[in-house]
């Protein structure tokens, strides 16, 4: 069974940080492109940060200079560190991989579940 599981639910005042991380678990041979989507209420998913399997990265203009987008390849693991927070980015953020598995369908695409950042003023 193949998944991604997030942690760092967290509230947070605005100006403080806080880090998400994102694991992958199951029968992987390679996890490609990683990303963190965020959804604020009653607006559209946005992609917040992605980062390549050789580590190059994207970020939405919002967060640039605030947020650094990490991956630990031996560890399955993304994570994205968040500083400065302003109320703006409270929404729930979504982890996203692409990856290679063991098993078929070999080409996968996963969703996390889902945690919700607050950031109060």
């Known amino acids: 069974h193949v998944q991604l599981v997030e942690s760092g639910v967290g509230l947070v005042q605005a100006g403080g940080s806080l880090r998400l991380s994102c694991a992958a678990s199951?029968?992987?041979?390679?996890?490609?492109?990683m990303a963190w989507y965020r959804q604020a209420p009653g607006k559209k998913r946005e992609l917040v940060a992605q980062?390549?399997?050789?580590?190059?990265?994207t970020y939405h203009d919002s967060v640039k200079g605030r947020f650094n987008i990490s991956r630990d390849n031996a560890k399955n693991t993304m994570y994205l560190q968040m500083n400065s927070l302003k109320p703006e980015d409270t929404g729930v953020y979504y982890c996203h991989a692409a990856m290679i598995l063991k098993t078929l369908p070999t080409d996968r695409e996963l969703w996390g579940q889902g945690t919700l950042v607050t950031v109060s003023e």
């Open positions: 980062i390549s399997s050789v580590g190059s990265t």
């Open positions: 199951g029968k992987i041979v390679r996890l490609n492109d």
